[in-house]
């Protein structure tokens, strides 16, 4: 009897996986670190730090794409940039199975949020290393910036009376 009611490995092999999402590497592709104020300079005064964040994806095989996230972090005391540090950090992720709005979500999204943390440490890890107090930096929902990013490009399709694309940020 069980023969009957268990598929053949055959037949369940033919069958499509839906929606399938792995990580394949976490890489920097490049960093940064640059101190144009010297240790002695630096005054009292709380330093204002400034983030400038995007994301680059490209699609290197089938199902295979890098998501690369961009993060630049500006330090100033005062008038003069205390530091610049810069990272790229990187990932290799395998995605199928997902309608053009979920790829463009998990890509811009899902993935980003992945990476974030390994970008913050590689930041904090310059700052510290270059004789500065370490700095962490707050979490990131990017599921609302994706969002915001999509009403963005509603609204500015609409303006130029263009339809909205609804599948996602290209």
């Known amino acids: 009897m069980t023969e009957e009611t268990q598929a053949k490995p055959e037949e369940q092999a033919a069958e499509p996986v839906k929606g399938q999402f792995a990580l394949q590497r976490i890489y920097i592709k ?6 144009p104020m010297a240790i002695t300079a630096r005054s009292q005064a709380k330093p204002a730090v400034s983030q400038d964040l995007h994301t680059l994806v490209s699609k290197v095989a089938e199902n295979h794409f890098e998501v690369v996230l961009h993060l630049t972090i500006t330090v100033k005391q005062e008038d003069n940039v205390a530091f610049l540090a810069e990272v790229h950090q ?45 700095l962490m930096l707050p979490p990131i929902n990017f599921d609302a910036v994706f969002a915001k990013a999509m009403m963005e490009a509603k609204a500015k399709a609409e303006a130029e009376g263009a339809p909205a694309d609804t599948d996602g940020v290209h």
């Open 90 to 134: 990187a990932g290799l992720f395998q995605v199928a199975g997902l309608d053009e709005a979920q790829l463009q979500h998990t890509l811009s999204s899902t993935c980003p949020s992945i990476l974030f943390p390994y970008a913050r440490e590689a930041i904090d890890n310059m700052a510290t290393r270059g004789g500065f107090p370490p």
């Open 30 to 35: 490049d960093m940064s670190f640059e101190s």
